[in-house]
Nanobody, 124 residues
Framework: QVQLVESGGGLVRPGGSLRLSCAAS????????MGWFRQAPGKEREFVTS????????SDAGFVQGRFSVSRDNARNTLYLQMNNLKPEDTATYYC?????????????????WGQGTQVTVSS
């Protein structure tokens, strides 16, 4: 079991930035590749980005377009998502998740453990 707790969400104006964190506990964090997903009201949960267990490889959804950056600190068992140039359409609940299937895992079904989510609202 891996327990995941996200933090860092909030209200930000368009063009602003936020950094989300995901603290992991339980089984060895370094066994898992990690992903960020998001879910807007009335929409399905969608993949945002992922990072390999070592932190050396990442994969992004097309809409990221260089605005978001995923990283991890394995010594601190923490995953991060730096989000810049935020847009109103980025408004969603953001979830971190753990997978044993590698950085190419991009679907909900490929992730075993999930956090409870943190709300990001982009509005003027």
């Amino acid at each position: 079991q891996v327990q995941l707790v996200e933090s860092g969400g909030g209200l930000v104006r368009p063009g602003g930035s936020l950094r989300l964190s995901c603290a992991a506990s339980g089984q060895a964090f370094t066994r898992y590749s990690m992903g960020w997903f998001r879910q807007a009201p009335g929409k399905e949960r969608e993949f945002v980005t992922s990072i390999s267990a070592s932190g050396l490889s990442t994969s992004d959804a097309g809409f990221v377009q260089g605005r978001f950056s995923v990283s991890r600190d394995n010594a601190r068992n923490t995953l991060y998502l730096q989000m810049n140039n935020l847009k109103p359409e980025d408004t969603a609940t953001y979830y971190c998740a753990a997978s044993r299937l590698g950085v190419t895992a991009t679907t909900v079904e490929e992730y075993e453990f999930w956090g409870q989510g943190t709300q990001v609202t982009v509005s003027s």
